[in-house]
């Protein structure tokens, strides 16, 4: 069964920094893309970013919003994806959901974790 | 940037059929997929590349696109539909889109 778990979120101030783990299972996670999702209160998915297999290079891209600020990488080893988040804004507020990416859609979701961006 | 439109609200009545829209340029050339999030839960993936279906998904679950409008269509409405919903496409100058999102309420 295909698990992936979000670890790592919580309140922290404007302008900090945050790293976000998801650990994943059952699959071979280096074959797979993985790909971050927000969802701020209320409001509908956004795409955060995403990070290739190493068999297409391990390249990430990113959503025009957090380029420059977040950085997506990848432990095969561990089979965990992280997301981490600098100079953090108070719109970055939302639920954080890693999903597995297939083909440029996301077949899995984690439950997510909330991050809250505040004073 | 590429965006994607979807109406805010559909209702449906028990049993009958709903149409959720997801309009963008020339969607009709890209791969849509639909996503359904009920209250307090994840996201689950419903239909891919326009007309696909996961496994454990209902065959009352269907899509189609063409032109400048692709459809999730739900037949048979059940209670248990009620959520909402997103579509999404990949786009090469704006990479993962998702549309605005639909609330299906079941009457």
């Known amino acids: 069964e295909v698990q992936l778990v979000e670890s790592g979120g919580g309140l922290v101030q404007p302008g900090r920094s945050l790293r976000l783990s998801c650990t994943a299972s059952?699959?071979?996670?280096?074959?797979?893309?993985m790909s971050w999702v927000r969802q701020a209160p209320g409001k509908g998915l956004e795409w955060v970013g995403f990070?290739?297999?190493?068999?297409?290079?391990?390249?990430?891209e990113y959503a025009a919003s957090v380029k420059g600020r977040f950085t997506i990488s990848r432990d095969d080893s561990k089979s965990i994806a992280y997301l981490q988040m600098n100079s953090l804004k108070t719109e970055d507020t939302a639920v954080y959901y890693c999903?597995?990416?297939?083909?440029?859609?996301?077949?899995?979701w984690g439950q997510g974790t909330l991050v809250t961006v505040s004073s | 940037s590429y965006e994607l439109t979807q109406p805010l609200s559909v209702s449906v009545a028990l049993g009958q059929t709903a149409r959720i829209t997801c309009g963008g340029n020339?969607?009709?050339?890209?791969?849509v997929h639909w996503y359904q999030q009920k209250p307090g839960q994840a996201p689950v993936l419903v239909i891919y590349?326009?007309?696909n279906r996961p496994s454990g998904i209902p065959e009352r679950f269907s899509g189609s696109n063409s032109g400048n409008t692709a459809t999730l269509t739900i037949s048979r409405a059940q209670a248990g539909d009620e959520a909402d919903y997103y579509c999404?496409?990949?786009?090469?100058?704006?990479?993962?889109?998702f549309g605005t999102g639909t609330k299906v309420t079941v009457l």
């Open positions: 590349r326009d007309s």
């Open positions: 059952g699959f071979t996670f280096g074959d797979y893309a």
């Open positions: 999903t597995r990416a297939v083909q440029f859609y996301f077949d899995y």
């Open positions: 020339n969607i009709g050339s890209k791969n």
């Open positions: 999404q496409v990949w786009d090469s100058s704006t990479a993962d889109v």
């Open positions: 990070i290739r297999s190493k068999a297409y290079g391990g390249t990430t």
